[in-house]
């Protein structure tokens, strides 16, 4: 139980690994060598098969073919327990976190110093804090762990990992749920582990934030090892190259005016609810009008107002010239509004379900009235919109073995497949790679290119800019400016969304 900064640094090789699922090769012949005391990170587009090698490398699962080697010994670990009895620890997005012991309960769980059946309080206090102490990062040792922001339970996994003496972590994209701040505190943490010759296995889509950290840089493509090399040099442009193959021309599509005297779709008049004060817009066929403004602005909270999953207290809602009173999800979506919501784990996907059957979760009435041909017509169906969102696995996989950047198309697969006029988007490509955010913003598109209307609600000002032909921005639950999408800059934007208006 004790952190020895004199333990011999890990190094991992991987000879010649290959990996299949049913007929994906999720890993193809890789080879590759993490060497001790290095922040090695591994980009890709998702589906490219990090997970898969990230999983290999902490013994989640073992290979098909090839071998792993940890210091030179060829090791074969029958599950992550046993990867850590070697000193390899996984921290992976979903969080091992019990929410309501302590943080320094949380890190010697199922190791706490007893006398008898009593938990020796104090001694547990003094390992915590001297190991914090020696590691230079920790939290307040008292706080129940269910109310720390989730980049402070991340640094109870490593600590956790650290009381066990871990000297290799593999990071699964430990950033997709956090903030700018939190990534750079994490990313110093990550340096601290390194100084003090650990060494790192780090998978992120942040390419900016990746060649600030790293020291070796992996990317794969389909399974396949394309380019590995010292993160020195490399940029974000040479990067993204090799993840996708080509070289990458434009982040946006090409914005299409609607025309002149386009009718307006969707209607807000005065509306009132819990974080919203009075907010009013239109969207017009053909247009994509983009929500900006800080978070607590009261944008998703207009959102779910609109569509009915928060009630409203007043104000009138008008979808295609029909006012819409007592509005519910359901209700909505028939009528033609729909809504990707902002979290996909808890609002959207059934993980544990086939992503066919995730995908056809909204039209599942509809389909049912086909009676004795629904399944083949569901399946059809169903393929047809998966296809047409881009998301290239098979339908009958669980949703939750899906990349971030697929499920979030497989979202916009089930939406879809109920034909709105109006799509909301909520933050649509938080935790999604570049190819996939891509194909998102060609959905978007090619959705208003049909004389749809789209309101996207982001937080990312450059997303903001590149996609909408009109931009509203919210402060203190009300829109208070409005941008034009083809000349706004992200100063007016963040004046807007900061500044109070001044009389004229
Ligand atoms: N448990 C699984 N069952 C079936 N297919 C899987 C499983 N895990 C991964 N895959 C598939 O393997 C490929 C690589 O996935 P993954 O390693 O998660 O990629 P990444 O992390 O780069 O997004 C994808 O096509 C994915 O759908
Ligand atoms: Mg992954």
């Known amino acids: 139980m004790v952190v020895d900064a004199g333990l011999a640094p890990a190094h991992i090789e991987l000879r010649a690994v290959s990996k299949h699922f049913g007929g994906v090769r999720a890993l193809d012949s890789v080879s590759?060598?993490?060497?001790?005391?290095?922040?090695?990170?591994?980009?890709?587009?998702?589906?490219?098969?990090?997970?898969?090698?990230?999983?290999?490398?902490?013994?989640?699962?073992?290979?098909?073919?090839?071998?792993v080697a940890l210091n030179g010994a060829?090791?074969?670990?029958?599950?992550?327990?046993?990867?850590?009895?070697?000193?390899?620890?996984?921290?992976?997005?979903?969080?091992?976190?019990?929410?309501?012991?302590?943080?320094?309960?949380?890190?010697?769980?199922?190791?706490?110093?007893?006398?008898?059946?009593?938990?020796?309080?104090?001694?547990?206090?003094?390992?915590?804090?001297?190991?914090?102490?020696?590691?230079?990062?920790?939290?307040?040792?008292?706080?129940?762990?269910?109310?720390?922001r989730v980049a402070d339970q991340q640094k109870l996994e490593i600590l956790r990992a650290l009381a066990r003496d871990a000297q290799f972590f593999v990071f699964d994209e430990p950033t997709a749920a956090l903030g700018r701040d939190d990534i750079e505190k994490l990313h110093q943490v990550i340096s601290r582990l390194r100084s003090q010759g650990r060494t790192v296995l780090l998978i992120s889509h942040f390419l900016r934030e990746v060649l600030e950290v790293a020291n070796d840089v992996t990317v794969l493509r389909d399974g396949r090892l394309v380019r590995c090399g010292p993160a020195a040099t490399e940029t974000e442009g040479s990067l993204v190259q090799a993840?996708?193959?080509?070289?990458?021309?434009?982040?946006?599509?090409?914005?299409?005016?609607?025309?002149?005297?386009?009718?307006a779709l969707l209607e807000i008049h005065d509306l009132w609810a819990a974080g919203v004060k009075g907010?009013?817009?239109?969207?017009?066929?053909?247009?994509?009008?983009?929500?900006?403004?800080?978070?607590?602005?009261?944008?998703?909270?207009?959102?779910?107002?609109?569509?009915?999953?928060?009630?409203?207290?007043?104000?009138?809602?008008?979808?295609?010239?029909?006012?819409?009173?007592?509005?519910?999800?359901?209700?909505?979506?028939?009528?033609?509004?729909?809504?990707?919501?902002?979290?996909?784990?808890?609002?959207?996907?059934?993980?544990?379900?086939?992503?066919?059957?995730?995908?056809?979760?909204?039209?599942?009435?509809?389909?049912?009235?086909?009676?004795?041909?629904?399944?083949?017509?569901?399946?059809?169906?169903?393929?047809?919109?998966?296809?047409?969102?881009?998301?290239?696995?098979?339908?009958?996989?669980?949703?939750?073995?899906?990349?971030?950047?697929?499920?979030?198309?497989?979202?916009?697969?089930?939406?879809?497949?109920?034909?709105?006029?109006?799509l909301v988007a909520d933050e649509p490509t938080r935790g999604v790679d570049v190819g996939a955010r891509r194909a998102i913003y060609d959905l978007l598109a090619g959705f208003a290119a049909d004389g749809r209307g789209v309101l996207i609600i982001s937080s990312d000002a450059e997303e903001v800019l590149g996609i909408s032909h009109r931009i509203l921005v919210m402060r203190a639950g009300q829109v208070v400016a409005e941008l034009d999408g083809e000349t706004a800059t992200e100063e007016d934007l963040v004046s807007a969304s900061l500044l109070e208006r001044r009389a004229s």
């Open 32 to 67: 590759l060598s993490v060497r001790a005391g290095s922040v090695h990170a591994v980009v890709g587009e998702n589906g490219a098969g990090k997970s898969t090698l990230g999983k290999i490398v902490g013994g989640v699962i073992a290979p098909d073919e090839g071998e």
């Open 74 to 148: 060829v090791v074969r670990w029958r599950g992550p327990h046993e990867a850590l009895n070697h000193g390899v620890a996984t921290i992976a997005q979903e969080l091992a976190i019990v929410p309501e012991l302590t943080a320094a309960q949380n890190v010697f769980l199922g190791a706490e110093p007893r006398r008898g059946v009593l938990l020796r309080r104090r001694e547990l206090l003094r390992r915590y804090t001297s190991l914090c102490g020696r590691v230079g990062f920790g939290v307040p040792a008292d706080t129940l762990a269910g109310e720390l």
């Open 243 to 263: 993840m996708l193959g080509r070289s990458f021309e434009q982040p946006f599509p090409p914005k299409r005016r609607p025309p002149a005297g386009s009718p």
């Open 279 to 422: 907010a009013s817009l239109k969207v017009h066929a053909g247009e994509i009008v983009g929500l900006a403004g800080l978070v607590g602005a009261g944008r998703t909270e207009l959102a779910q107002a609109l569509v009915g999953a928060r009630p409203a207290q007043r104000g009138r809602v008008v979808l295609a010239g029909k006012p819409f009173e007592r509005r519910t999800p359901r209700r909505m979506l028939a009528a033609g509004l729909a809504m990707v919501p902002e979290s996909r784990k808890e609002q959207g996907l059934f993980l544990g379900r086939p992503v066919g059957e995730n995908a056809a979760l909204s039209v599942l009435k509809e389909l049912s009235r086909l009676g004795y041909v629904k399944r083949r017509t569901e399946r059809r169906t169903v393929h047809e919109a998966l296809q047409h969102v881009g998301v290239r696995s098979a339908d009958m996989v669980e949703a939750g073995t899906l990349s971030g950047g697929n499920q979030q198309k497989l979202l916009f697969a089930r939406v879809l497949l109920t034909k709105p006029l109006v």
